[in-house]
């Protein structure tokens, strides 16, 4: 079936890049997304990328994508305090009824 | 332009109450979702709509129930509250496969 996974902690330095890694099963994959959690606050996505597409930049934001080894990454750049947060991956699967799969999240925290 | 909007913001039950979650979408998407979100255990999926007049299970529906009341709303019951229902819920509205989120109820049973 389908599955994704996430490591559940990372630790960076204030200015240090954060790089963030995903993997999923499934290789009929559509879009894949990352979703970002503040603390007390509701999910926001941060930015996606479609399956036929290797990477994606965005400001600070690199997603790479592996489709061959099924691999998904976010890198930040100038990791700043602000970006503390959980970081979701998310994977939508052909044929899923547009169902999207989710990462049990990233806690990222950043020290100055 | 409010997105999704869930109330309440926080609730606490006792064992066996029911109560109903509300949620409210200003997009006019026509999927919208129901998720618990509990310590290392990521997005459980409760009930999904996929269109007005439509809903289906997820992977944890037991103890809930849903109505797709309107295109707009999409509201979540807990018939007799338990303490294994202490979580967090968010509310999604889907366009396409991006999800548009609630800011979440908290909701513990004692």
Known sequence: GEDVEQSLFLSVREGDSSVINCTYTDSSSTYLYWYKQEPGAGLQLLTYIFSNMDMKQDQRLTVLLNKKDKHLSLRIADTQTGDSAIYFCAVSFAGNNRKLIWGLGTSLAVNP | ?110
């Open chain 2, 1 to 110: 332009n409010a997105g999704v909007t869930q109330t309440p913001k926080f609730q606490v039950l006792k064992t066996g109450q029911s109560m109903t979650l509300q949620c409210a979408q200003d997009m006019n998407h026509n999927s919208m979702y129901w998720y618990r979100q509990d310590p290392g255990m990521g997005l459980r999926l409760i009930y999904y709509s996929a269109s007005e007049g439509t809903t289906d299970k997820g992977e944890v529906p037991n103890g809930y129930n849903v109505s797709r009341l309107n295109k707009r709303e999409f509201s979540l019951r807990l018939e007799s509250a338990a303490p294994s229902q202490t979580s967090v819920y968010f509310c999604a509205a889907i366009r396409d496969t991006e999800a548009f989120f609630g800011q979440g109820t908290r909701l513990t049973v004692v």
